[in-house]
């Protein structure tokens, strides 16, 4: 393979949850996205959007009732295609608790890796680096039962990280984390995505996430809605305001100040642009008031 | 005068004591929770905030030290058991505690377990659903599976809720949610208090969120109370928020470093709207403060 070729592709997929009863519910409805080699991709949409459904038929967790999802040209659908898939795509869920089979911390992070068949010392080594990567190096002797909330999910992320999948999926896996811990493993994920290639895909509600991503798609209704680089998405605010979406504080407020006449560049998105463009634009105003 | 509801003095916790998984959670909290407020404890992730409102209701008891809930020592024989009744306690992530086959049926398991009769029941679970703000005549009938995350959310809350507790402690209501979902947790949570003197205690990471709801803000590091008071004055003492480990808002950070850059703006500012008025006002723009 190789190349920056598409890694995931979805064509056509439909699923329906609980087909044929009286509660049956259409989630996917004719998706069509594909996930490059490299990138860094966000799904973000409402509640009952279909983000969650969507990153399951990734790792073949659930296959598609209509359409195709193939992983590096593998299709989902083939049984003997799926434990080459799962090696390829690790998923972390918003739930670390279903996630968490070791007695101690350590032992819960060589799961993966020791399932692969690796070398004790190899083991060791992607033990070492995730617990180190996620901040739990400290805690590797204790029991998962004993973590905090957040600290399980980043558990369950090191777990994924040991395997070191070609892909990483995590469906929402900042919501139960603090706003540090949200900053750090967002950098974390970045530093993984941009440093060693892991192509990563990640759903979340908030905008304030996705703008770290290099492209998002915004998902209603079962369908992928909007595509593009985090400005181009965000230009989109009335769309997105239909969804119930917000945008990022930074975003908003270059947007608010824009339209009261400032002469702010359309595509901010985060803390540092706003805060070195209002700093610029304060020197030349101060400047321009002296004459 | 405004009563205590529950009162901490002292209070530790040690997981795992003499083993070498001892874990000292709390480490002397001093807390008070008054009647009829909305108390919010923030606090990183492991600062001891879940271990506390555990403490509330009975579910883990002082390694030393007092928790006092509705004047009773927590301690006392027979205690737990009345404070199930009067302290509803909704754990993080309650929509994977729904087990029953109806939403009706789930919602109705707390107050029948209370002794109340099928039909009573049954009434006190219609009454929730509504106050959490479903429709009975829409969800009662289905599976809690086939709602979406945040119906189920709220589903959840209602079966605490039917207990009719004195005091109602969440434990991240709105973790998880899209921001539609948040604030209609938050309203729900407004109007409890408002409309039923339900005291609130509400452990969050969403300091931004709880803004316009909490009378009262509890800052918690390291198994301790490090700061306390109005939400807006404690979100903006950026200082002892980032030694506790929280994010200091963007709306903070921002006009502190236009501050910095010599920008005439006022630093502290809570909210976008805020924040918007402060530069506008700096730049001469229309629409800033005068």
């Given amino acids: ?291 | 005068m405004r009563r205590a509801v529950i009162e901490a003095e002292d209070l530790v916790y040690v997981y795992h004591p003499g083993t070498p998984f001892e874990v000292r959670a709390l480490d002397g909290v001093n807390l008070r929770v008054m009647e009829g407020e909305v108390l919010a404890v923030v606090g990183a992730s492991g600062s001891g905030k879940s271990t506390l409102v555990q403490h509330f209701n009975g579910t883990l008891l002082p390694s030393s030290g007092r928790v006092r809930v509705l004047g009773v020592d927590t301690r006392q024989k027979g205690a737990p058991a009345r404070l199930w009744r009067e302290v509803g306690l909704v754990f993080q992530q309650p929509e994977h505690q729904l087990f029953e086959e109806t939403v009706l049926e789930d919602v109705a398991f707390g107050p029948k377990n209370l002794g109340l009769a099928p039909q009573k029941a049954r009434e006190r679970a219609l009454w929730a659903l509504e106050a959490v703000g479903l429709d009975p005549g829409e969800v009662a009938g289905l599976s809690p599976y086939s709602l979406s995350g945040g119906w189920r959310r709220l589903a959840a809350i209602a079966g605490v809720l039917a207990l009719k507790p004195k005091v109602l402690v969440l434990d991240e209501p709105a973790a998880g949610l899209d921001p539609a979902g948040k604030r209609r947790i938050y309203r729900l949570l407004a109007r409890l208090r408002r409309e039923h003197g339900t005291a609130v205690v509400l452990v969050t990471h969403d300091l931004e969120g709880v803004l316009g709801l909490a009378g009262r803000v509890a800052v918690m590091a390291r198994g301790r109370v490090t700061a306390w008071g109005e939400p807006g004055e404690v979100l903006s003492r950026a200082g002892e928020l980032e030694a506790a480990g929280l994010e200091v808002p963007l709306t903070v950070r921002l006009l502190n470093r236009l501050v910095a850059a010599g920008v005439p703006v006022k630093a502290g500012a809570l909210t976008v709207g805020e924040a918007v008025r402060q530069i506008a006002g700096a730049f001469g723009l229309e629409g800033g403060r005068g």
């Fill in chain 1, 1 to 291: 393979m190789g190349g920056r070729g598409a890694l995931i592709r979805a064509e056509g997929l439909v699923y329906v949850y609980g087909r044929g009863r009286p509660d049956e519910r259409r989630a996917l409805d004719g998706v069509d996205l594909e996930v490059s080699a490299g990138e860094f991709l966000a799904l973000v949409g409402p509640n009952g959007s279909g983000k969650s459904t969507l990153v399951r038929h990734f790792n073949a967790l659930l296959t598609p009732a209509a359409g195709r999802v193939t992983v590096a040209g593998l299709d989902t659908s083939c049984p003997h295609n799926v434990p080459e898939i799962r090696r390829l795509v690790g998923m972390v869920f918003q739930n670390p608790e279903n996630q968490i089979v070791g007695s101690l911390v350590e032992e819960d992070v060589a799961f993966g890796p020791e399932n692969l068949g690796l070398m004790p010392g190899e083991v060791k080594d992607r033990v070492d680096r995730a617990l180190a990567v996620t901040g739990l190096s400290a805690l590797k002797d204790r029991p998962p039962h004993l973590l905090s909330g957040g600290q399980k999910q980043l558990l369950a992320i090191a777990g994924a990280l040991a395997v070191r999948p070609s892909v990483l999926v995590l469906d929402e896996p900042l919501s139960m984390l603090d706003a540090v811990k949200k900053r750090e493993i967002l950098n974390f994920l970045r530093a993984l995505n941009q440093e060693e290639g892991v192509t990563v895909v990640m759903t979340t509600h908030s905008m304030e996430e996705a703008a770290a991503a290099g492209r998002v798609a915004v998902m209603a209704g079962g369908r992928v809605v909007l595509e593009g680089a985090p400005a181009e998405v965000f230009a989109k605010e009335g769309v997105l305001e239909e969804l119930g979406l917000e945008l990022p504080a930074a975003a908003k407020i270059a947007r608010a100040l824009s339209r009261r006449g400032l002469p702010l560049s359309p595509g901010i998105t985060g803390e540092d642009d706003l805060a070195g463009e209002l700093e610029g634009l304060w020197r030349l105003w101060r400047g321009a008031a002296r004459h």
